[in-house]
């Protein structure tokens, strides 16, 4: 059974701060990671994607991937009231599949 | 145009109705994905097509019935629901499918009301 986890929050943090949101995966042969942000009763949007080891940055979003502990961050630079969300974790095998997380909520006051 | 349309938004039906949802993207992704999310809880996969071609069905009854006529457009035709088939269904098309690089977007949805 491939799982991929997420701590349901939420995370509360200050507006300017840098929030953390953290995803783990079981599956050693997982390929891609996605992060999608998600507002309240709208669609998913993809905010970054990373398939190597290390770090993507961009803009104000850094993507972290650790593929030998199974790990994979997401790190918003700036936290700001709009980034508020629920921010959902998506890891790629080898199909076209993706398995999300449950998601953790974010809320960055001003 | 680069986005991903669903019609209707919102679609509220009768347990005997019959109905579709329609999806359509005119960005040349050769895969085009139905999931089903209910409140708090992440997108769940129903149905992806890959080159046209149905390529996953993940045991969805049969009261969903998924057709793609061709690259650009994807439909779920619903029959015979139950209320507990109310949820957000969200359609996604992706360019490269079976690629690693490959990666899904979303468009903004069709919110099911069952009655």
């Known amino acids: 059974q491939k799982e991929v986890e997420q701590n349901s929050g939420p995370l509360s943090v200050p507006e300017g701060a840098i929030a953390s949101l953290n995803c783990t995966y079981s599956?050693?042969?997982?390929?891609?990671f996605f992060w999608y942000r998600q507002y309240s009763g709208k669609s998913p949007e993809l905010i970054m994607f990373?398939?190597?080891?290390g770090d993507k940055e961009d803009g104000r979003f850094t993507a972290q991937l650790n593929k030998a502990s199974q790990y994979v961050s997401l790190l918003i630079r700036d936290s700001q009231p709009s980034d508020s969300a629920t921010y959902l974790c998506?890891?790629?095998?080898?199909?076209?599949?993706?398995?999300f997380g449950t998601g953790t909520r974010l809320q960055v006051f001003p | 145009d680069t986005e991903v349309t669903q019609t209707p938004k919102h679609l509220v039906m009768g347990m005997t109705n019959k109905k579709s949802l329609k999806c359509e993207q005119h960005?040349?992704?050769?895969?085009m994905y139905w999931y089903k999310q209910k409140a708090k809880k992440p997108p769940e996969l129903m149905f992806v097509?890959?080159?046209?071609?149905?390529?996953i069905n993940e045991s969805v009854p049969s009261r969903f019935s998924p057709e793609c006529p061709n690259s650009s457009l994807l439909n779920l035709h619903l029959h015979a629901l139950q209320p507990e088939d109310s949820a957000l269904y969200l359609c996604?098309?992706?360019?490269?499918?079976?690629?690693?690089?490959?990666?899904?977007?979303f468009g903004p949805g069709t919110r099911l009301t069952v009655l």
């Open positions: 097509y890959s080159y046209e071609k149905l390529s």
């Open positions: 599956d050693r042969g997982s390929q891609s």
């Open positions: 960005m040349g992704h050769r895969a």
């Open positions: 996604a098309s992706s360019p490269s499918p079976g690629q690693v690089t490959d990666t899904q977007y």
């Open positions: 998506a890891v790629r095998y080898n199909t076209d599949k993706l398995i």
């Open positions: 990373i398939y190597s080891n």
